[in-house]
């Protein structure tokens, strides 16, 4: 670097990753922002991640560069990210010393990797970090780092077994090579997102897209989405026999284009499945690719498509899975509704086949009930904690600790809104009623396609149970809706 500052470079993924031995998602973008990065910037270390390089040509030259020379080196290897993996063992060839691993506490570690000393942190079960842990986290690595860089001491295990090996070094002086590598400044907003997007890293193009989904501005965030992936699939190597995909930047990229409707509703749906194709959501595993399928194919249903019924049974195959796989309340839900909407097609051709469709969603809403009420403790615990932790705390935690506020008070609308349509298709309409206004009751109000998402789909459920619900026992209570009395 010009100014003279060591700098750390950071191994690890981006965005939020599902760590497919759990099922669990990580947000890799909390974990640098909140706990690795302000923690090497106070010891004074240029903090620089992969996708904040600017480069020209393939990421794998200043990649190389920056495990080579970096006086420090932080792999993040959570979700067992193939890439970060990979790019810790290069380290550990490259360099003897000043190498920190690091992972969310639940990671499955590899067996190569059980004589590598592993920091943990740890990650709340519905997503997001703790305040009191991001404080706790970041005074152990603050002294890691600076025992590390005071008295470095051999960390590779390379080094450590093969005790002649001397490390190697570049040809041409460090500074110069290092001096190729940089962080841009962030690009200035525009009206344009083409012109916002170009000659923006990785890093910037992600946090735009966000921030247009954050907004509604559902074809923007297709476009930022879209210009990532293209970076994302610049760093393939030559003759490389397929592309790299990112299953975040996909994900995001597939929620975008359908919600931009572009240039109708079905032809986006239709792309948005495309998209997907190359995360094999008919034998993926992550909750989160499945969820996006099912959520398509349950539009294309509602649309009349072609092969409608085909597009149903694929839309609960996919819910189905998701639910199971990880006792995930909204792909429950949508997963008892769906049943009752099969038992109103030509798929049910018995009444047998309709009563087994009925029992099982009312299960399943059972169960999600349960979920439910663990992850509303949970909000209510983190709130606790939030006002323990406000106290004195640095601005950085209190940044985290708004945003994480922002999260769970969209997670418990969605959560009361899920139990109200859990009580509303078990029948039990006076618990209905009472959770559906407090789903309406909190601070700040929901915003209205929030409020209408959900009555939308009671007002079906309420057509399918009339139709149906007889065949339960005891009969669904056909009763007006509170709504509709007030009508």
Same mark, same amino acid.
């Not at 190389?64 to 067992?80: G, K, N």
């Given at each position: 670097?010009?100014?003279?500052?060591?700098?750390?470079?950071? +191994?690890?993924?981006?965005?939020?990753?599902?760590?497919?031995?759990?099922? @669990?998602?990580?947000?890799?973008?909390?974990?640098?922002?909140?706990?690795?990065?302000?923690?090497?910037?106070?010891?004074?270390?240029?903090?620089?991640?992969?996708?904040?390089?600017?480069?020209?040509?393939?990421?794998?030259?200043?990649?190389?560069?920056?495990?080579?020379?970096?006086?420090?080196?932080?792999?993040?290897?959570?979700?067992?990210?193939?890439?970060?993996?990979?790019?810790?063992?290069?380290?550990?060839?490259? @360099?003897?010393?000043?190498?920190?691993?690091?992972?969310?506490?639940?990671?499955?570690?590899?067996?190569?990797?059980?004589?590598?000393?592993?920091?943990?942190?740890?990650?709340?079960?519905?997503?997001?970090?703790?305040?009191?842990?991001?404080?706790?986290?970041?005074?152990?690595?603050?002294?890691?780092?600076?025992?590390?860089?005071?008295?470095?001491?051999?960390?590779?295990?390379?080094?450590?077994?093969?005790?002649?090996?001397?490390?190697?070094?570049?040809?041409?002086?460090?500074?110069?090579?290092?001096?190729?590598?940089?962080?841009?400044?962030?690009?200035?907003?525009?009206?344009?997102?083409?012109?916002?997007?170009?000659?923006?890293?990785?890093?910037?193009?992600?946090?735009?897209?966000?921030?247009?989904?954050?907004?509604?501005?559902?074809?923007?965030?297709?476009?930022?989405?879209?210009?990532?992936?293209?970076?994302?699939?610049?760093?393939?190597?030559?003759?490389?026999?397929?592309?790299?995909?990112?299953?975040?930047?996909?994900?995001?990229?597939?929620?975008?284009?359908?919600?931009?409707?572009?240039?109708?509703?079905?032809?986006?749906?239709?792309?948005?499945?495309?998209?997907?194709?190359?995360?094999?959501?008919?034998?993926?595993?992550?909750?989160?690719?499945?969820?996006?399928?099912?959520?398509?194919?349950?539009?294309?249903?509602?649309?009349? &498509?072609?092969?409608?019924?085909?597009?149903?049974?694929?839309?609960?195959?996919?819910?189905?899975?998701?639910?199971?796989?990880?006792?995930?309340?909204?792909?429950?839900?949508?997963?008892?509704?769906?049943?009752?909407?099969?038992?109103?097609?030509?798929?049910?051709?018995?009444?047998?086949?309709?009563?087994?469709?009925?029992?099982?969603?009312?299960?399943?809403?059972?169960?999600?009930?349960?979920?439910?009420?663990?992850?509303?403790?949970?909000?209510?615990?983190? @709130?606790?904690?939030?006002? &323990?932790?406000?106290?004195?705390?640095?601005?950085?935690?209190?940044?985290?600790?708004?945003?994480?506020?922002?999260?769970?008070?969209?997670?418990?609308?969605?959560?009361?809104?899920?139990?109200?349509?859990?009580?509303?298709?078990?029948?039990?309409?006076?618990?209905?009623?009472?959770?559906?206004?407090?789903?309406?009751?909190?601070?700040?109000?929901?915003?209205?396609?929030? +409020?209408?998402?959900?009555?939308?789909?009671?007002?079906?459920?309420?057509?399918?149970?009339?139709?149906?619900?007889?065949?339960?026992?005891?009969?669904?209570?056909?009763?007006?809706?509170?709504?509709?009395?007030?009508?």
């Amino acid at each position: 670097m010009a100014d003279g500052k060591r700098r750390c470079f950071v +191994v690890m993924g981006f965005g939020t990753k599902t760590d497919l031995a759990t099922g @669990r998602k990580i947000d890799l973008d909390k974990s640098y922002s909140y706990l690795i990065k302000p923690v090497v910037e106070r010891q004074g270390l240029v903090c620089v991640r992969a996708d904040e390089i600017t480069h020209s040509g393939t990421i794998d030259v200043p990649m190389y560069e920056e495990l080579l020379t970096a006086d420090l080196v932080i792999a993040d290897i959570s979700t067992a990210n193939a890439n970060a993996i990979y790019e810790l063992g290069i380290r550990h060839a490259l @360099r003897p010393a000043t190498t920190i691993v690091i992972s969310e506490n639940q990671l499955k570690y590899p067996f190569d990797l059980n004589h590598v000393l592993i920091t943990s942190y740890s990650y709340l079960e519905g997503g997001g970090i703790d305040y009191g842990e991001v404080l706790r986290f970041q005074e152990v690595l603050g002294k890691m780092i600076k025992e590390l860089l005071e008295k470095p001491k051999t960390d590779s295990p390379v080094y450590t077994f093969l005790k002649d090996l001397n490390p190697p070094a570049l040809a041409v002086a460090v500074e110069a090579a290092a001096g190729k590598s940089g962080v841009a400044a962030a690009p200035r907003a525009a009206a344009d997102p083409d012109d916002a997007a170009r000659g923006a890293t990785l890093a910037q193009l992600v946090e735009l897209g966000e921030q247009a989904i954050k907004y509604s501005d559902f074809a923007a965030a297709k476009n930022f989405f879209a210009s990532a992936l293209a970076v994302s699939q610049s760093i393939q190597v030559k003759n490389e026999v397929a592309p790299r995909e990112d299953p975040y930047l996909l994900q995001r990229l597939a929620l975008a284009t359908y919600k931009a409707k572009q240039p109708d509703g079905a032809s986006a749906l239709e792309a948005a499945l495309k998209v997907l194709e190359p995360l094999r959501p008919n034998v993926s595993n992550d909750p989160e690719t499945v969820g996006l399928a099912g959520a398509i194919e349950k539009r294309l249903f509602d649309l009349g &498509r072609d092969e409608r019924e085909k597009h149903l049974a694929r839309a609960i195959r996919y819910y189905a899975r998701g639910y199971y796989l990880r006792d995930d309340y909204y792909n429950g839900i949508n997963l008892a509704y769906l049943l009752n909407v099969r038992s109103d097609t030509a798929l049910d051709e018995t009444d047998a086949e309709r009563v087994a469709d009925l029992v099982l969603a009312n299960r399943t809403r059972r169960e999600v009930l349960g979920l439910c009420d663990r992850e509303l403790e949970a909000i209510e615990g983190r @709130r606790q904690e939030a006002g &323990r932790a406000a106290a004195g705390a640095r601005p950085a935690i209190a940044e985290l600790a708004e945003a994480q506020k922002k999260t769970d008070w969209e997670r418990e609308f969605w959560c009361l809104a899920t139990k109200a349509e859990a009580y509303f298709g078990l029948g039990q309409l006076p618990d209905y009623e009472k959770t559906r206004d407090s789903a309406l009751a909190i601070d700040p109000k929901p915003a209205g396609w929030m +409020v209408e998402t959900f009555d939308a789909q009671i007002k079906r459920l309420k057509q399918l149970l009339e139709a149906h619900g007889h065949l339960l026992e005891p009969p669904w209570p056909a009763v007006p809706l509170a709504d509709d009395r007030e009508g």
